[in-house]
């Protein structure tokens, strides 16, 4: 028999002890922060008062919006404080609370870029029946389906991986992830690990087919027009969607590809710095500026805006 002191607290070794670095990375990390949540806090407040962005793919990327605030939120602050006041600890709920949330919310985002090509497979390849098809109750359905499969995945592993033994208390990345947590257990997680594995591929495989799926048909569709014009157009309101599914998969997989044992963590750690900073805020960008309904709503909004303070 053993005698176990129960983990209270972690720390978090962060990215670098340099003190420069730590500069650098804590105001490239703020501004991107402040971007992203202001950005996609605009594109929420642009579909709820403007008319012309009531159709099902504006209701989709609202609650993208609403994810990516969640998901950079979940991660990023913490880190931020962690810098600016040097304290790297972090308790044991809190660190089970970030790991859970971080998973619930990025993992919701798979589900949704999958819904959201769906959207796109039927406003191509289903024109004259998208508004019948794609019916506000519908979408919802959709979106609360999204948020349910990602929990029914996640939950069970969760709970049973709850208030493990751990033989150490320092974690060696800038936030709660699993991996990091698994290797400083001391306890039997075999189980965790698998279901872990199993539940993460289960939610690429299922959105990557609905993906590949969709534009394999939209891009079948397309290329049926008879006009050049009409192709460049169709292809033009999916070029959004498809550069953030890009960007969102491409990132997961370049994690997923593992490098020497020596570079593996450095490596992950630089690639979840960017993707849990940069990409919510390039999703802003990439569908602001290659939307022209969105372009219009925000310019009608800052005029209005205008004209209420002039008065």
Same mark, same amino acid.
């Given at each position: 028999?053993?005698n176990h002191?129960p ?11 340099d003190?420069?670095m730590?500069i650098l ?7 991107t ?12 407040i642009?579909?709820?008062?403007d008319?012309?962005?009531?159709s ?7 609650n993208f919006?609403?994810?990516?605030i969640?998901?950079?939120? /979940?991660?990023?602050?913490?880190f931020?404080?962690?810098?600016s006041t040097g ?6 709920n /809190?660190c089970? /609370? ?6 619930v ?8 870029l ?5 959207d796109r497979?039927?406003a191509?390849?289903?024109p ?5 098809i794609m019916?506000?109750r ?7 389906c ?18 493990p ?8 990345h800038?936030?709660?992830d ?6 400083i ?5 075999w189980?965790?690990?698998?279901m ?8 690429y495989?299922?959105?990557?087919i609905?993906?590949?799926l ?6 079948r ?8 014009q009409q192709?460049t157009?169709?292809?033009?309101t999916c070029s959004?969607h ?21 570079d593996e963590?450095?490596?992950n750690?630089?690639v ?10 390039l999703?802003?960008?990439i569908?602001?500026?290659?939307n022209?309904?969105?372009?219009? /709503?925000?310019?009608?909004l ?7 303070s002039?008065?």
């Open positions: 028999m053993r002191t983990v209270v607290s972690f720390i978090l070794l962060g990215l670098t002890d003190l420069q730590q990375i804590f105001t490239f990390l703020l501004i922060y402040i971007l992203s949540i202001a950005g996609n806090l605009i594109i929420i642009l579909i709820l008062v008319s012309h962005l009531k099902a793919m504006y209701y989709f990327l609202q919006s609403f994810l990516d969640s998901f950079t939120s /979940a991660c990023i602050p913490r931020l404080y962690s810098i304290d790297r600890s972090i308790t044991y /809190a089970v /609370a970030q790991l859970f949330f971080t998973y919310f990025g993992m919701t985002e798979f589900f949704l999958a819904t959201m090509s769906y497979y039927v191509i390849c289903k004259l029946h998208y508004m019948t019916n506000h519908f979408c919802k359905m959709l979106t609360f999204c948020w349910m499969t990602t929990f029914l995945i996640i939950f069970p592993p969760f709970c049973l991986g709850l208030n033994e751990f033989c150490d208390s320092v974690i060696d800038f936030l709660c699993v991996n990091p947590l698994l290797k257990s001391c306890s039997d997680l189980l965790i690990e698998e872990t594995l199993v539940g993460s591929v289960l939610i495989i299922m959105t990557v609905c993906v590949v969709s534009y394999t048909f939209i891009i569709t397309v290329l049926r027009f008879p006009s050049a192709r157009k169709a292809f033009s959004s498809f550069i953030v599914v890009s960007i969102t998969y491409g990132s997961c997989i370049f994690v997923s590809i593992k490098p020497s044992s020596k963590l450095a490596i750690k630089e979840v710095i960017l993707m849990t900073s940069i990409s919510p805020m999703n802003l960008f569908y602001t500026l290659r022209k309904q969105v372009k219009c /709503a925000f310019n009608d800052v005029k209005r805006i205008l004209l209420v002039k008065s």
